[in-house]
């Protein structure tokens, strides 16, 4: 063993050598000498635990690997042919144009974030939407945070603390990405009261959980799942009419932060903020990233008198909405003022694409693969924790055969990579959620890589 640990190559050595000299032309010296020593010292671990010696060539070959995958961004841009357009994972809503001109524009330079022109004194980033997110839900009022978790955090923390929420049993769940109901609520110090059972809660639930401790009562949108069979819930609107017999506020978490009726493509209703607003919800709460289709943030929209207060408290700076994120909701949300949601918005360009438009993509998309695909029928996903029981019909291009795990990996790694879904032994793309502008990186992917598995 002592031969091994002789035979490994000096710092020195190393630097010498090609490759890694060549890494001092595009790093500092001593980064470079820092990655040398990194990597004999995880070798001498291997060593010592009775690894083999790797050969010099490797040893150098992983120094300047080591090196690119430190200088280049790891988070990268990918194309969504999953066919589930709100994909947590994969950043959820792409932005429209104008929201990304927007941001862009707040990332170069000073903007008035927090500057009123008119008098030239200290503003409110806030002032940028909030007349905006009044005008299109009909509320007295409204404040943006930094996403959806942070505003019922918020809201349970500034209006909540110490007392009582009553919320359906049903509803105190996990949303996804480990938040959840129960400990968000533990989290701001309010006392969560479950009432009714898993599948079915009355309003007589709520009325008899009342008590002078309470101080609202809470509905969650049970976004991502369903609950189907014997079941039964209360309506916003019997919520409202029961807390203000009793002088209580009802928040309402509603997640997607939909705007549009969904129903009109088919799809199970969605609740969408205006309704609850008019239904006479004191909070609404959503994601700007959802269905709304803008950048992350968490909007709160109601009663002017408590919204104030979620202004005011010191929560609220500590998760502020950052200036482009600002800038990109201001954006969306002026689509949705003009009516242009449909064709500006991408996530709603995808749900309300026709499906014969679909299918003329996905046929290129197969002729590209030469042979190798089929086209079919299939479903898109909402995902995002939105319309757990809705899909649109769409049109999938489908790789069946034994070369359907190695065609997945091929696309994956490629310079802008493709993730589709693999169904058993098929790996599925489709066109829905991949944006129109990246059919040509999409065609050209697809060619490349049949290309590749037909030649031996
Ligand atoms: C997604 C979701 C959240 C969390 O929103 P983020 O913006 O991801 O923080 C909270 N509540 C509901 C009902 C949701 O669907």
Redesign the pocket.
């Known amino acids: 063993m002592d031969t091994e640990f002789r035979g490994l190559p000096s710092v020195d050595k190393l630097l010498s050598t090609g490759p890694v000299k060549q890494l001092l032309e595009d790093y500092p010296h001593d980064l470079v000498v820092d990655l040398v020593r990194q990597r004999l010292q995880q070798i001498r671990q291997l060593l010592a635990g009775g690894k083999p010696r790797p050969a010099f060539e490797e040893i150098v070959e992983s120094i300047v690997a080591q090196a690119a995958a430190l200088g280049t961004p790891s988070l990268r841009p990918v194309i969504n042919a999953t066919g589930v357009i709100l994909h947590t994972n994969l950043g959820r809503a792409p932005l429209s144009g104008e929201a990304i001109a927007a941001m862009a524009a707040a990332a170069r330079g000073y903007c008035n974030l927090e500057f009123d022109l008119a008098s030239g004194t200290r503003g409110s980033r806030n002032s940028h939407v909030e007349s905006l997110l009044c005008q299109l839900t009909g509320a007295e009022a409204a404040l943006v945070v930094n996403?959806?978790?942070?505003a019922?955090l918020l809201a349970l923390m500034a209006l909540a603390k110490k007392k009582e929420v009553i919320v359906s049993r049903g509803q105190a769940v996990e949303?996804?990405?480990g938040?959840r109901i129960p400990d968000v609520m533990r989290q701001s110090g309010a006392k969560l009261v479950e009432v009714g059972t898993t599948n079915s809660t009355y309003i007589a639930d709520y009325e008899q959980a009342i008590s002078p401790k309470t101080a609202a009562l809470l509905r969650?949108?049970s976004?991502?799942f369903k609950v189907v069979g014997f079941t039964h819930s209360v309506t916003i609107e019997e919520m409202v009419t029961l807390a203000e017999q009793h002088g209580l506020p009802v928040f309402d978490?509603?997640?997607?932060g939909c705007l549009l009726d969904v129903t009109r493509f088919g799809l199970d209703p969605e609740p969408m903020v205006q309704q609850s607003v008019a239904a006479g919800v004191a909070l609404t709460l959503f994601?700007?990233?959802?269905l709304l289709g803008g950048p992350?943030a968490?909007i709160i929209v109601g009663r002017k008198e408590l919204v104030d207060r979620l202004k005011k408290h010191p929560l609220a700076r500590a998760i502020r909405i950052d200036k482009l994120d600002l800038a990109g909701l201001a954006a969306t949300l002026i689509h949705y003022l003009k009516g242009e949601a449909l064709s500006k918005v991408p996530v709603w360009r995808m749900i309300s694409a026709p499906l014969d438009e679909i299918d003329r993509r996905a046929k290129r998309w197969a002729e590209s693969l030469g042979g190798l695909a089929r086209v079919e029928d299939g479903e898109t996903m909402i995902g995002?924790?939105?319309l757990p029981g809705g899909t649109l019909p769409t049109r999938l291009v489908a790789i069946g055969g034994g070369k359907v795990q190695a065609l997945s990996e091929k696309l994956r790694h490629r310079q802008i990579p493709v993730i589709g879904r693999i169904s058993g032994t098929t790996l599925l793309l489709d066109p829905r959620s991949v944006l129109n502008e990246e059919d040509d990186i999409m065609l050209q992917a697809l060619h490349e890589v049949a290309a590749g598995l037909k030649s031996p």
């Open positions: 996403n959806n978790a942070a019922v949303i996804g990405g938040f969650v949108h976004s991502n978490d509603i997640g997607s994601s700007g990233d959802k992350q968490g995002g924790g939105s």
